[in-house]
C-alpha cells in the first residue's frame, strides 16, 4: 500500500542526466508512492518531511536476474561447475513447506534491500506450479514491501537437457538431473491463471519467464509469446551460459542455424520483450541480431565466475548497442545479492577483453543497472530514475561512510567503493521499509528465528541430497571438461601459459 505525502528534503539528488559526480541538493516531493517534483527548497505543505541532509539519494537499484528458491543454501556450495551445481540445488528448491517459501522470499528480500535493491526480477522455480506457493511468495513480497517483478519459470523438456550428450549418462543419473518433462498447457493455463487472479499493480509486476530456449519446445516458446503478448509482459530466459550450451545450439538446433537465438526467432520469441539472461557464450553475430530487434541481454558476472561458466565479453555487448541490465542470480551460485558488487565487476571486466582505456565508465554502469533493469520488465519510465511521474523508489547513502571520506565522485564511489555499508533508508512505492537501518514492515529477529529453525530440517534434506547425489558428480565434471577442452571458435578470454 502506497503511503501519503512525503517530503525527502536536503538530500544531494543522483540525477542520471545530471552532474554525475556532484549531484545538486534538492527536494522530492511524493504523492501516493508517485514523484510528483524534484527541485530546491519544496513547500511541505502538510507532507511528513524526512530530513536527508548528508545523504545522497539514487534511484531504487534493480536486480534484472534473480531466483529466490535456493536462498537457504547460501553459502553451502563451492567449487562446482553449473551441472555439478544444478545437480544438489533444484532438488532443495522443489516441494517445500509454505514457512519455508515465505522464509526464503523474505530473507533473499532482507538482503536485497539492505544492499539498497527496490526491485527484483524474482525468476522462480516454484514446485509445485500451485495457488499456495504462489500465493506465499507474493504475501511475503507484499509484507516485506519490496517492488517484484514475478516470473515462475516454466519449461516442457526435462532439465538434463542443460548437459550436452546428456544420452551418455547412466539412466540413474540422468533422472537426478530430472528426466521427465511437463505439460506445456498446464504451466501456460497456471500463469495466465496466476496473471488474473494477482492484477499487477502498487508493487507487484509479473514476466513471463520459459526457463531456457533448450529447455522449452516450439509449442511452450510460443505459448510464452503469446501470453506475454496478451498481458503485455517482458520476457525472461536463460540463454549461453555455458560453453556446452553453445555446443548443445549447434548440434541439436541444426535447422535452426545452430543458433538459439535463430530458434527462438523463429518461434517468434525475438522482439523488444525479450530479455536473455546471461550470454557469456553469445556471437558477435547474435549480439548484432539482438541488438537490431531491440532484445535485450541481462549480465550476472558473480554466478558465471563461481559457477566455472566464463565472462561475458563486455566490450562486444556494448559495442553491439544492445540493450543491457545486471542481474546478481541464485543466492547459492553467487552468493550475494549486491548490484553495487554487479557493477563493479562489470566496469573492471572490459579489461580482460580490451587493455586500451575507456569505458564502461561508473556513470554508464548505473543506468544499466537502474534504466537499463527497468527497461527488462517493461516498467520504463515508472522506476529506475528520480523524476517526476516515476515511483518513489529511493535509497538513501549516507555519506558519513568511510566509503566517502574523501567524496569526490557520487558515480565512482557507488560503483567502486560502495560494499553496501552506506545504505541507511530505503523507500518503495513511497513507503519507508528500512528507515536508518531498520526494517520497518517485517519482524526481522522473528524471520531470523524462524530461518534457524527452519535450518535444523533444511540441513539433514542438504545432506540427504549430496550423498545421493554424489555419484553423479564424476560424469558432471567430465561433461563440463569436455566442453571447456573443445575449441567453440570463441576466445578464452584469459591465457594459461601451461
Ligand atoms: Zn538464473
Known sequence: MAAGNTLVRGGQVYDHDGDVHKPKVADILIQ?????????????????????????????????????????????????????WLLYTLPLGANRSQEEIRARTLVGALESIRCGITTVQDMLGLAPLDDEGTDTVIKAYKDIGIRVVFAPMVWDVPPVAMVRNKDDLPKDVQEMLGATGRPVKDQIDYLDHQFNRHKAGGTLHWAVAPFAPQRCTPKMLQGCCELAEKHNLGIYTHVYETRGQVLIAREQFKDHDGSLISYMENNGMLNPRLNIVHSVWI?????????????????????????????????DLRESGVRLGLGCDNCSGSDVQSI???????????????????????????????????????????????????????????????????????????????????????????????????????????????????MRHFIKDYDDVVATRKRAMPYMLDAHRKVWAEDIGMHRFIQRTR
Not at 530530513?51 to 537499484?61: E, F, N, V, W
Not at 574523501?406 to 523507500?427: F, I
Open 283 to 315: 556471437s558477435r553475430k547474435e549480439m548484432d541480431r539482438m541488438a537490431a530487434a531491440d532484445a535485450g541481454i541481462v549480465l550476472n558476472h558473480l554466478s558465471n565466475l563461481k559457477l566455472k561458466s566464463g565472462i561475458a565479453p563486455v566490450v
Open 340 to 454: 553495487f558488487q554487479a557493477m563493479k565487476l562489470f566496469c573492471l571486466f572490459s579489461a580482460v577483453s580490451e587493455p586500451e582505456p575507456g569505458p564502461p565508465l561508473a556513470h554508464q554502469v548505473l543506468r544499466h543497472a537502474t534504466l537499463g533493469n527497468a527497461r527488462t520488465a517493461g516498467l520504463q519510465g515508472k522506476i529506475g530514475a528520480l523524476k517526476p511521474g516515476h515511483k518513489a523508489d529511493m535509497v538513501m547513502i549516507d555519506l558519513k561512510d568511510t566509503a566517502y571520506l574523501p567524496y569526490n565522485s557520487a558515480a565512482r564511489q557507488l560503483v567502486y567503493t560502495e560494499a553496501g555499508r552506506g545504505v541507511e533508508s530505503v523507500m518503495v512505492d513511497g513507503r519507508m521499509v528500512m528507515k536508518e537501518r531498520k526494517i520497518t514492515t517485517i519482524d526481522e529477529d522473528g524471520l531470523r528465528r524462524e530461518v534457524q529453525d527452519l
Open 32 to 84: 501516493n508512492g508517485d514523484i510528483v517534483s524534484v527541485g530546491p527548497n519544496l513547500s511541505a505543505d502538510g507532507a511528513e518531511v524526512v530530513d536527508a541532509s548528508g545523504k545522497l539519494i539514487i534511484p531504487g537499484l534493480i536486480n534484472a536476474h534473480y531466483h529466490s528458491h535456493d536462498t537457504l543454501c547460501r553459502g553451502l556450495f563451492e567449487e562446482l561447475s553449473l551441472e555439478m
